[in-house]
């Protein structure tokens, strides 16, 4: 069993507030991950950190904000919520390159 | 960056056949494969790994094969089972992140 959090499950809110998704880890992986999922099925990375201070955007551009000021948890920011950002949200961890990545179960977010 | 393509999009299956999806990639750097299972309203799980140094690996009714000349790699089950119904999704690994396949919504008619 995966040790990897993400809170909300479910969130439904209106046009132009401020949200935050978090995701958070207990095995200590350096590498975290944030997914965007299309109600098609595809998986974009919009989000990635390498470690404690380092965020880097991801194949798909997102208006999203990510930190990662502990190596925990990671954090992920909408400054203004807008109908196009409704989706899934997968989180996802992992130690080293060619090694398992965990998965959150994911947060599902309806603007409307 | 990498790429990866995998077929079919859905699949149906009696229950008791095989079920057999195949991705291709770009990179020829690339060298883990991982095959993820995503449940509804779950997150994907890893159901099992290959790395570029081997050409088939199996776990029970689960194997995979890797061609790292043609670079492809498929997931066959075999003896399929209603609990095998879900999305599956191939990966390879890039530079410092998983490329996902698209995605096969594998369908178990009993």
């Known amino acids: 069993e995966a040790d990897i959090y993400q809170t909300p499950r479910y969130l439904v809110i209106g046009t132009g507030k401020k949200i935050t998704l978090e995701c958070s880890q207990t095995m200590g992986h350096d590498k975290m991950y944030w997914y965007q999922q299309d109600p098609g099925m595809e998986l974009h990375l919009i989000h990635y950190s390498y470690g404690v201070n380092s965020t880097e955007k991801g194949d798909l551009s997102s208006e999203s904000t990510v930190s990662r000021i502990r190596t925990e948890h990671f954090p992920l920011t909408l400054e203004s919520a807008r109908p196009s950002h409704t989706s899934q949200y997968l989180c996802?961890?992992?130690?080293?390159?060619?090694?398992?990545?965990?998965f959150g179960q994911g947060t599902r977010l309806t603007v409307v | 960056g990498e790429n990866v393509e995998q077929h079919p999009s859905t699949l149906s299956v009696q229950e008791g056949d095989s079920a057999v999806i195949k991705c291709t990639y770009s990179?020829?750097?690339?060298?883990?494969f991982p095959w993820y299972k995503q449940e509804l309203g779950k997150g994907p799980q890893l159901i099992i790994d290959?790395?570029?140094?081997?050409g088939e690996k199996k776990d029970q009714r689960i194997a995979v094969t890797l061609n790292k000349t043609a670079k492809h790699f498929s997931l066959h089950i075999t003896e399929t089972q209603p609990e095998d119904s879900a999305v599956y999704f191939c990966a390879a690994r890039g530079l410092e992140k998983l490329t996902f396949g698209t995605g096969t919504r594998l369908t178990i008619i009993p």
């Open positions: 996802a961890s992992r130690w080293r390159q060619n090694t398992e990545a965990f």
């Open positions: 990179d020829s750097a690339s060298n883990y």
């Open positions: 290959i790395r570029s140094n081997v």
